[in-house]
């Protein structure tokens, strides 16, 4: 949802309107995936004024309980210090509990911290393992909405490293991208 709702027409934040309204009331009562999305509204201000303090308390509730897409919200809260101070290294570690769940942005967001040094050591290996790891968790999904933007970003982003690294590197972060992937399938199969 985030990035697909920037500069919103009427209509459409008239229609984001009556979803808030719909979903508040989940939220309130604990549905993770409605906290994410309330959490989203105020994060853009696409339908209601932007709110940074109501995006990170509500991206907070459904991070805690383990949503991928509030965790994400959180970081990027935290990324940009959009409703809490800037903090990087906070922001990789919601990244990497929502990377942990293979989401596929979460993978771009840790490629990205890698890639710029925020939060974490530069290391383009590591960078290019992450996007790499995001291109195939989107190649495995629909190629629908954010899923194919986040593949499209990863691969975007794998064809300017390659640029820029040896190919001994580039071997490297394959490796590693494989790797990433192995633990990933290990953690969520429990072996």
Request: hydrophobic share 40%; proline share 1%; aromatic share 8%.
């Amino acid at each position: 949802m985030l990035g697909l709702l920037a500069g919103c027409s009427d209509s459409i934040e008239e229609q984001l309107r009556k979803e808030l309204v719909r979903s508040k009331p989940k939220a309130e009562q604990g549905d993770a995936k409605a906290q994410a999305f309330v959490g989203s509204y105020y994060s853009l201000g696409c339908g209601i004024a932007h709110d940074y303090e109501q995006a990170v308390f509500w991206f907070r509730k459904a991070a805690e309980q383990g949503n991928a897409e509030g965790q994400i919200g959180l970081g990027d809260c935290y990324a940009a210090g959009e409703g809490v101070l800037q903090d990087h290294v906070q922001a990789v570690s919601w990244y990497r509990k929502a990377a942990a769940q293979g989401n596929a942005k979460a993978h771009c967001s840790m490629g990205n911290s890698y890639l710029k040094g925020k939060g974490v050591t530069a290391d383009k290996v590591e960078a290019y393992a992450y996007y790499g790891l995001a291109a195939i968790i989107c190649e495995s999904a629909p190629a629908i909405g954010i899923n194919r933007l986040t593949g499209e970003r990863a691969r975007a982003n794998i064809s300017i490293l390659e640029k820029e690294m040896s190919a001994d590197q580039i071997a490297a972060g394959k490796r590693r991208s494989k790797e990433l992937q192995k633990e990933l399938n290990a953690m969520n199969t429990g072996k």
